[in-house]
């Protein structure tokens, strides 16, 4: 069965910094991948879907990277800011499944 | 336009209770679902339903039944409460199964089974 490893120890950042969050998948690759932001006590809301012939996806100061070599996805924050400061789940969708499926999150804190 | 709304947010019952956590979408999407989040577990899929009639298991679907009698609602049945269901259930839709416009949650609703 199908993996999502996130980085369950939270990651601490400096305000301005760049933040770098790590979503590891085992066997075949996912079609596509999504990153989702949950604050506590609330659902989680969709931010970006990278698929798997894309290398890069934008939006903002957001970043996201697909390397099917490595197994991985990287979700980037640049200039992060104290308001960045959430749970982030990746949550790739295999072709062969109807459903998406999540990680357990890491929780990212960006300090003043 | 409200999106996903769950009700209700908090709930306490006693072991061998049952209720339904109510789920209502107004987007017209296709596909619903239901996970519940543990500390430490994320978010596992119970049930899923990709339109009105059409229902499956996810990956802990035990303990609990679904419907989908309309495209707007998606019900979740607890048949028979236990403190192994206490955990925050959130329900969710999407245009279509593949979710590639992302999914759009509801706030959750807390549960607490004594």
């Known amino acids: 069965s199908q993996k999502i490893e996130q980085n369950s120890e939270a990651l601490n950042i400096q305000e301005g910094k760049t933040a770098t969050l790590t979503c590891n998948y085992t066997?075949?690759?996912?079609?596509?991948l999504q990153w989702y932001r949950q604050d506590p006590g609330r659902g989680p809301v969709f931010l970006l879907l990278i698929r798997e012939n894309e290398k890069e996806k934008r939006k903002e100061r957001l970043k996201v990277t697909f390397d099917t070599t490595l197994k991985q996805s990287l979700f980037h924050i640049t200039a992060s800011q104290p308001a960045d400061s959430a749970t982030y789940l990746c949550?790739?969708?295999?072709?062969?499944?109807?459903?998406?499926?999540f990680g357990s999150g890491t929780r990212l804190s960006i300090r003043p | 336009n409200a999106g996903v709304t769950q009700t209700p947010k908090f709930q306490v019952l006693k072991t061998g209770q049952s209720m339904t956590l109510q789920c209502a979408q107004d987007m017209n999407h296709e596909y619903m679902s239901w996970y519940r989040q543990d500390p430490g577990m994320g978010l596992r899929l119970i049930h899923y339903?990709?339109?009105?009639?059409?229902?499956d298991q996810g990956e802990v679907p035990n303990g609990y039944n679904v419907s989908r009698s309309t495209t707007e609602d998606f019900p979740l049945r607890l048949l028979s409460a236990a403190p192994s269901q206490t955990s925050v259930y959130f329900c969710?839709?999407?245009?279509?199964?593949?979710?590639?416009?992302?999914?759009?949650f509801g706030s959750g609703t807390r549960l607490t089974v004594v």
């Open positions: 949550a790739p969708r295999y072709s062969s499944a109807s459903k998406i499926i």
């Open positions: 066997n075949y690759s996912p079609a596509y």
């Open positions: 969710a839709s999407s245009p279509s199964a593949g979710g590639e416009l992302g999914y759009t």
């Open positions: 339903s990709v339109g009105a009639g059409i229902t």
